[in-house]
């Protein structure tokens, strides 16, 4: 191989990577939003990083494009329509409740000293 030949091997080898990467922590996210209890996440996680570790061998660049076109779509299929959202992260029920002040705004606690 030459040094572009490497060089764009390993350029799409990383892409892959990390496609397989977010695919996994996307589809482990979205396992706790379908269990109910935390014993039944942990075999559910179990099982999907049974199914990860399956394909670990394949080499053939194409073959894994084709892989993770295949896992991203079983991962829209049957992604929770309702997912946990922390409360106070955005789009929880407490974001911006109490918001910080605009800049420009001082507030001074001197509880009626001069």
Known sequence: MSGVQT?????????????VRNLYRRALKDTLNWAV????????????REKFEANKHVEDLDTIDKMIAEGEATYNKWRHPDPYIVPWAPGGSKFTRNPEP???????????RD
């Open 102 to 112: 605009p800049s420009g705004i001082e507030i001074v606690y001197d509880y009626g």
């Open 7 to 19: 060089a764009a091997y390993l350029a799409r080898r990383a892409a892959q990577k990390e496609r």
């Open 37 to 48: 209890h935390r014993h039944l996440f942990y075999q559910d996680a179990c099982d999907l």
